[in-house]
T-cell receptor, first 113, second 114 residues
Framework: GENVEQHPSTLSVQEGDSAVIKCTYSDSASNYFPWYKQELGKGPQLIIDIRSNVGEKKDQRIAVTLNKTAKHFSLHITETQPEDSAVYFCAASIRYNNNDMRFGAGTRLTVKP | GAGVSQSPSNKVTEKGKDVELRCDPISGHTALYWYRQSLGQGLEFLIYFQGNSAPDKSGLPSDRFSAERTGGSVSTLTIQRTQQEDSAVYLC???FGQGQETQYFGPGTRLLVL
């Protein structure tokens, strides 16, 4: 089955700096890669996703890049703000195979004002 | 619109007791998932429903865990004879169905077994 590894486990940045979180996956058949943000006491919320037919996707201050050959994908947050502080999870799955989504262990991001 | 809801939000129980956790998926979503999140850990897949059927129960950690879904909507996760290691946040998610892979999560139920 799929195995997703996520790094770093914790990340601390100064407000305004960029933050990068990286994930690798093992199953070359995986073609859907969502990122979730989990705030304290809440469930994970989808913030951005990418499918394997594109290499990069941006949404305001958030971007995700995908390297299919190397089987890794990354989340980039620019101009970080204190409200970006949360735990971020990456995941990988095979489209049309809903029950096979596997999550990384999470990255706790702290943005210092 | 209404998102995924879960109840109770918090549950404290004594070791050996049974507990039932409830999930109400987004209306119209045919796929439903249960995950377990231990303190500071990632999401551990438990079980997946498509409609009322559970084609994948591979994540259930033991036979003390069971889940059902009736009417293609509400799902209940039952843990029998709870153990302290069952303490975790139990998350439910739903998606529109086959081919619609985006999962939407509920707020979770925080279970503490004393």
């Amino acid at each position: 089955g799929e195995n997703v590894e996520q790094h770093p486990s914790t990340l601390s940045v100064q407000e305004g700096d960029s933050a990068v979180i990286k994930c690798t996956y093992s199953d070359s058949a995986s073609n859907y890669f969502p990122w979730y943000k989990q705030e304290l006491g809440k469930g994970p919320q989808l913030i951005i996703d990418i499918r394997s037919n594109v290499g990069e996707k941006k949404d305001q201050r958030i971007a995700v890049t995908l390297n299919k050959t190397a089987k890794h994908f990354s989340l980039h947050i620019t101009e970080t703000q204190p409200e970006d502080s949360a735990v971020y999870f990456c995941a990988a799955s095979i489209r049309y195979n809903n029950n096979d989504m596997r999550f990384g262990a999470g990255t706790r991001l702290t943005v210092k004002p | 619109g209404a998102g995924v809801s879960q109840s109770p939000s918090n549950k404290v129980t004594e070791k050996g007791k049974d507990v039932e956790l409830r999930c109400d998926p987004i209306s119209g979503h045919t796929a439903l998932y249960w995950y377990r999140q231990s303190l500071g850990q990632g999401l551990e897949f438990l079980i997946y429903f498509q409609g009322n059927s559970a084609p994948d129960k591979s994540g259930l950690p033991s036979d003390r865990f069971s889940a059902e879904r009736t009417g293609g909507s509400v799902s209940t996760l039952t843990i029998q004879r709870t153990q302290q290691e069952d303490s975790a946040v139990y998350l439910c998610a739903s998606s529109f169905g086959q081919g619609q892979e985006t999962q939407y999560f509920g707020p979770g139920t925080r279970l503490l077994v004393l």
